[in-house]
């Protein structure tokens, strides 16, 4: 499925919206001597997210589509795609639902991570609704991305308790480290090692 190419890092691309944590992560893992990526490009539908001040910090391609015309902005990507050579591309809280026209031009695999404990609780403001009701347990789901939403196939899950006093912040702050510490461990599982 993901196919690793000889002993070259994939070459990847990071889609965010947001504050880029699990953007962190991933870069940090990288970095490190036997990762199995590059993050060699973020994009993000988003100018003013955080997470972009990383393309600066690590000297990381950027590209910035504003979505006033999703096909147009879906196209623009999948050249700039091509042209930095992505073979490989995680989602990290990217806020916009990729359309089959996207997925059918990017040959390659794409994944993502939800903060919940999929199948359940797909969609938006999972922690609200796993707090109404009243649910013992919670986590996070990293996933291969096909064309319906948050239901690719599972590549690894951390289950974690929810406490009596918790609320959708607390939880949410408390999930997104384990999400952090998920998310490359689940791409080395993902990428056969060369
Ligand atoms: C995470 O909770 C992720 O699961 C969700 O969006 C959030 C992104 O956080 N899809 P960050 O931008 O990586 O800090």
Redesign the pocket.
Known sequence: MVKSIGNKKLNTAVF????????RSIILYSLKKNSKIKVSLIVSDNLKAI?LKYAKKYKINKLVVNYKNKKNSESKILRILQKNKIKFIC????MRILSSFFLKNFKYSII????SLLPKYKGLNTHERVLNNNEKYTG?TVHLVNKNLDSGKIIMQKKIKIFKDDTKFTL?KR??KY??KLYPIAISKLIPSP
């Open positions: 965010i919206s947001g504050t880029g944590t699990n953007l997470g989602l990290a809280g990217y993502n991570i939800h903060p996070c949410k999930l997104l999400e952090n």
